[in-house]
Protein backbone atom coordinates (compact mmCIF):
# COMPACT_ATOMS: atom_id res chain seq x y z
CA UNK A 1 0.00 0.00 0.00
CA UNK A 2 1.57 3.19 -0.94
CA UNK A 3 1.72 6.56 1.69
CA UNK A 4 -1.26 8.08 0.58
CA UNK A 5 -3.52 5.01 1.05
CA UNK A 6 -1.78 4.46 4.18
CA UNK A 7 -2.12 8.26 5.26
CA UNK A 8 -6.31 7.65 4.50
CA UNK A 9 -6.59 4.57 6.55
CA UNK A 10 -4.92 5.90 9.70
CA UNK A 11 -7.02 9.15 9.23
CA UNK A 12 -10.34 6.32 8.32
CA UNK A 13 -9.03 5.12 11.95
CA UNK A 14 -8.94 8.15 13.89
CA UNK A 15 -12.42 9.35 12.45
CA UNK A 16 -13.54 5.57 13.58
CA UNK A 17 -12.60 6.66 16.97
CA UNK A 18 -14.20 10.37 17.14
CA UNK A 19 -17.51 8.53 15.69
CA UNK A 20 -17.41 5.78 18.34
CA UNK A 21 -16.90 8.52 21.09
CA UNK A 22 -19.50 10.49 19.35
CA UNK A 23 -21.80 7.37 19.47
CA UNK A 24 -21.27 6.17 23.27
CA UNK A 25 -21.96 10.07 23.89
CA UNK A 26 -25.06 9.70 21.87
CA UNK A 27 -26.22 7.03 24.06
CA UNK A 28 -25.67 8.34 27.51
CA UNK A 29 -22.14 8.16 28.54
CA UNK A 30 -21.16 11.45 29.19
CA UNK A 31 -17.73 12.20 28.49
CA UNK A 32 -15.30 13.44 31.14
CA UNK A 33 -12.80 16.55 30.23
CA UNK A 34 -10.00 14.29 29.85
CA UNK A 35 -11.94 12.02 27.34
CA UNK A 36 -13.07 15.40 25.28
CA UNK A 37 -9.06 16.42 25.38
CA UNK A 38 -7.83 12.85 23.82
CA UNK A 39 -10.69 13.68 20.43
CA UNK A 40 -8.62 16.57 19.43
CA UNK A 41 -5.49 15.54 18.66
CA UNK A 42 -7.59 13.09 16.08
CA UNK A 43 -9.62 15.27 15.24
CA UNK A 44 -5.87 16.71 14.02
CA UNK A 45 -5.00 13.90 12.30
CA UNK A 46 -8.29 13.57 9.94
CA UNK A 47 -7.71 17.23 9.03
CA UNK A 48 -4.09 15.88 8.47
CA UNK A 49 -5.41 12.73 6.22
CA UNK A 50 -7.31 15.06 4.25
CA UNK A 51 -4.34 17.53 3.29
CA UNK A 52 -2.64 14.10 2.35
CA UNK A 53 -5.29 12.99 0.01
CA UNK A 54 -5.89 16.65 -1.30
CA UNK A 55 -2.22 17.38 -1.73
CA UNK A 56 -0.24 14.07 -2.30
CA UNK A 57 2.08 15.40 0.20
CA UNK A 58 2.96 12.23 2.48
CA UNK A 59 5.94 12.54 4.07
CA UNK A 60 5.60 15.49 6.41
CA UNK A 61 2.18 15.13 6.61
CA UNK A 62 2.22 11.35 8.34
CA UNK A 63 4.74 12.82 10.60
CA UNK A 64 2.91 14.92 11.75
CA UNK A 65 -0.53 12.98 11.91
CA UNK A 66 1.51 10.17 13.50
CA UNK A 67 2.45 13.06 16.27
CA UNK A 68 -0.71 13.95 16.48
CA UNK A 69 -2.05 10.86 16.99
CA UNK A 70 0.95 10.08 19.61
CA UNK A 71 -0.21 12.56 21.39
CA UNK A 72 -3.97 11.51 21.62
CA UNK A 73 -2.27 8.06 22.79
CA UNK A 74 -0.09 10.10 25.68
CA UNK A 75 -3.44 11.85 26.78
CA UNK A 76 -4.81 7.93 26.85
CA UNK A 77 -2.47 6.41 28.61
CA UNK A 78 -2.58 8.66 31.45
CA UNK A 79 -6.08 8.54 31.57
CA UNK A 80 -6.44 5.45 31.83
CA UNK A 81 -3.58 5.18 34.35
CA UNK A 82 -6.04 8.15 36.23
CA UNK A 83 -8.87 5.27 36.13
CA UNK A 84 -7.29 2.48 37.12
CA UNK A 85 -5.80 4.38 40.29
CA UNK A 86 -2.15 4.07 39.11
CA UNK A 87 -1.59 8.02 39.46
CA UNK A 88 -3.48 10.91 40.40
CA UNK A 89 -5.82 12.93 38.18
CA UNK A 90 -6.48 16.61 37.68
CA UNK A 91 -8.09 17.44 40.95
CA UNK A 92 -10.49 19.33 38.93
CA UNK A 93 -11.98 16.21 37.24
CA UNK A 94 -11.42 13.26 40.33
CA UNK A 95 -13.21 14.46 42.51
CA UNK A 96 -10.71 16.59 44.69
CA UNK A 97 -11.82 19.64 46.52
CA UNK A 98 -9.02 20.78 48.68
CA UNK A 99 -8.10 20.69 52.00
CA UNK A 100 -11.87 20.21 53.10
CA UNK A 101 -10.68 20.84 57.08
CA UNK A 102 -9.94 24.29 56.48
CA UNK A 103 -13.09 25.28 53.91
CA UNK A 104 -15.70 27.11 55.72
CA UNK A 105 -19.07 25.51 54.39
CA UNK A 106 -19.84 28.25 52.05
CA UNK A 107 -16.62 27.33 50.41
CA UNK A 108 -16.78 24.37 49.99
CA UNK A 109 -20.74 23.79 48.93
CA UNK A 110 -19.49 26.28 45.82
CA UNK A 111 -16.44 23.96 45.36
CA UNK A 112 -19.07 21.20 45.31
CA UNK A 113 -21.62 23.20 42.79
CA UNK A 114 -18.46 24.14 40.45
CA UNK A 115 -17.32 20.55 40.11
CA UNK A 116 -17.80 18.69 36.77
CA UNK A 117 -20.40 16.11 37.18
CA UNK A 118 -18.10 13.22 34.99
CA UNK A 119 -15.71 12.26 36.82
CA UNK A 120 -12.62 10.95 34.86
CA UNK A 121 -11.08 8.50 37.29
CA UNK A 122 -14.55 6.91 37.15
CA UNK A 123 -14.39 4.39 34.21
CA UNK A 124 -18.12 4.36 32.71
CA UNK A 125 -17.60 1.20 30.16
CA UNK A 126 -15.53 -1.44 30.17
CA UNK A 127 -14.52 -4.51 27.09
CA UNK A 128 -12.32 -7.09 28.16
CA UNK A 129 -11.36 -5.47 31.50
CA UNK A 130 -10.27 -2.27 29.39
CA UNK A 131 -11.46 1.32 29.64
CA UNK A 132 -12.69 3.48 26.68
CA UNK A 133 -9.25 5.54 27.30
CA UNK A 134 -7.37 2.06 27.17
CA UNK A 135 -9.25 1.02 24.07
CA UNK A 136 -8.26 4.47 22.74
CA UNK A 137 -4.82 4.62 23.70
CA UNK A 138 -4.13 0.65 22.03
CA UNK A 139 -6.01 2.22 18.94
CA UNK A 140 -4.04 4.70 18.44
CA UNK A 141 -0.42 2.60 19.03
CA UNK A 142 -1.94 0.98 16.08
CA UNK A 143 -2.51 4.34 14.07
CA UNK A 144 0.92 5.69 14.89
CA UNK A 145 2.32 2.66 13.17
CA UNK A 146 0.06 3.32 10.38
CA UNK A 147 1.05 6.69 10.32
CA UNK A 148 4.92 5.88 10.21
CA UNK A 149 4.40 3.01 7.44
CA UNK A 150 2.83 5.97 5.47
CA UNK A 151 5.67 8.51 6.29
CA UNK A 152 8.73 6.02 5.00
CA UNK A 153 7.02 5.06 1.74
CA UNK A 154 5.61 8.52 1.07
CA UNK A 155 7.40 10.85 -1.59
Known amino acids: MNGVRLSLLAGAGSAALLIAA ?42 LGMAATAVAAGLA ?4 GVEFGWWAGPSHCTGGVGDIAR ?4 DLMARLQAAPVVR ?6 RFLGLSMA ?19 RGR
Open 134 to 152: AWNALCSVVLIVIWGLAAR
Open 120 to 125: CDEVTW
Open 77 to 80: VYHG
Open 22 to 63: LGFQAAGYAPCELCILQRWPHLAAVIIAGLVWLTGTVRLLAV
Open 103 to 106: MSTQ
